[in-house]
């Protein structure tokens, strides 16, 4: 008789039933780990298909560009304007191919029916985009910011985005505006051709003077860092304009002499000089 509480029957059927546990939990991990083992590739071919997608995403918008596409851009620009300069620059960042429409406002071909039709207050730049036209410089730089976003006009930071839109506004608002053609033609006849070139000397310096104080703290290798953003584009024009066309003393603003230097080496502001225009004068 076997002994008190020695079953034989029992305990084989115990070993049984944990071997048949161990094979199932053997089938079930192994099942498990050839499931991963195919989700594991499934992710990889996926990365790999979306990777070739980018590449030919990327391959696509190089070909078009490439072929013309951004061609129906079309710029109306005059050869020493600055607003239409900033805007050069910034196509040129872009690396955007446009046309460019030469409007001579010597001529007063900026009131023509065809232009006035494009700009009614009769002011360049105008940018054609297809089907979409839009006028001033502030304008179309917002506009190629929000539809072409290669190479940033703004930073991310905040303080340094509100650095930037303050810096070109003071010269779209307070400097420029003061110094354009039909200004400084009106205080030649009506006042005198010696103090037109004193009024644009002391409102240059009054926004000189506000620039350099706004830019001390934020100020690297360009305006507000060492990256090229909207302030430089507002700035390079208003600095090529006042050193080089109204003779202001640029040793009241060491900031902004050396910001000026500084333009001076970016291949994309050098091709937008008014020199390097179309309809600029040969001699």
């Not at 976003?149 to 779209?172: E, F, G, M, R, T």
């Not at 608002?173 to 200004?183: K, V």
């Not at 706004?214 to 060492?226: E, H, K, Q, W």
């Amino acid at each position: 008789m076997p002994k008190s509480g020695f079953h034989p029957l029992s305990d084989e059927k115990a070993i049984d039933d944990s071997m048949t546990f161990s094979i199932q939990s053997v089938a079930f991990v192994s099942n498990m780990a050839a499931r991963l083992r195919t989700r594991a590739n499934d992710i990889h071919e996926l990365n790999t298909e979306n990777s070739s997608i980018q590449r030919m995403l990327h391959k696509s918008q190089q070909e078009a560009s490439e072929s013309g596409d951004d061609q129906q851009l079309k710029l109306y620009s005059y050869w020493r304007s600055s607003c239409s300069f900033r805007v050069r620059i910034a196509l040129n960042l872009k690396g955007l191919k446009y046309e460019y429409k030469a409007v001579n406002l010597l001529k007063g071909e900026q009131f023509s029916p065809e232009f006035t039709k494009l700009n009614p207050i009769g002011y360049v730049p105008v940018l054609v985009d297809g089907d979409i036209v839009v006028a001033d410089s502030f304008a179309i730089l917002i506009y190629l910011e929000d539809k072409y976003p290669q190479h940033p006009l703004l930073p991310q930071d905040l303080q340094k985005k509100a650095i930037n839109y303050q810096a070109a506004n003071i010269v779209s608002s307070s400097i420029q505006p003061l110094q354009n053609l039909a200004i400084l033609k009106y205080i030649e006849e009506k006042v005198s051709p010696e103090e037109k070139l004193e009024w644009v000397k002391v409102h240059i310096g009054k926004g000189f003077a506000a620039l350099e104080e706004l830019l001390n703290n934020y100020a690297g290798r360009y305006a507000t860092g060492d990256e090229v953003f909207l302030a430089d584009l507002f700035l390079a024009p208003q600095l090529y304009a006042a050193i080089g066309r109204f003779h202001v003393d640029m040793t009241q603003f060491p900031l902004l002499a050396r910001l000026h230097e500084a333009y001076s080496k970016i291949p994309e502001f050098l091709d937008a000089l008014p020199e390097n225009q179309p309809d600029a004068p040969s001699s």
